[in-house]
């Protein structure tokens, strides 16, 4: 029932841009905060950015503050990602998760930053 589906990554060099996308569907988006976390190989997830659930608070990881936007489309489901002056750390899988329900992932989608 339960649904997050992640897409929009790929190769980048560094200091280009993404904008990640995740589709939600079978639970009340507009009520949940939502939040994007990542993972590399060998790497504990990290969390990278969350918004409230009507998108007037948004946090960021020190790591990607002042590169990356979150941002929610509550009509459409949806939280963004843009990611701007990527750099090779930030390469990993990206996942979105809902704060209401922490347990759910998508399948992720994986970013690549890479000359």
């Known amino acids: 029932q339960v649904k997050l589906v992640e897409s929009g990554g790929g190769l980048v060099q560094p200091g280009g841009s993404l904008k990640l996308s995740c589709a939600t569907s079978?639970?009340?988006?507009?009520?949940?905060?939502m939040r994007w976390y990542r993972q590399a190989p060998g790497k504990e997830r990290e969390l990278v950015a969350t918004?409230?659930?009507?998108?007037?608070?948004?946090n960021y990881a020190d790591s990607v503050k002042g590169r990356f936007t979150i941002s929610r489309d509550n009509a459409k489901n949806t939280v963004y990602l843009q990611m701007n002056a990527l750099k090779p750390e930030d390469t990993a899988v990206y996942y979105c998760?809902?704060?209401?329900?922490?347990?759910?992932w998508g399948q992720g989608t994986q970013v690549t930053v890479s000359s």
């Open positions: 998760n809902a704060a209401s329900l922490p347990d759910y």
């Open positions: 079978g639970f009340t988006f507009s009520r949940s905060g």
């Open positions: 918004i409230s659930a009507l998108g007037f608070t948004t």
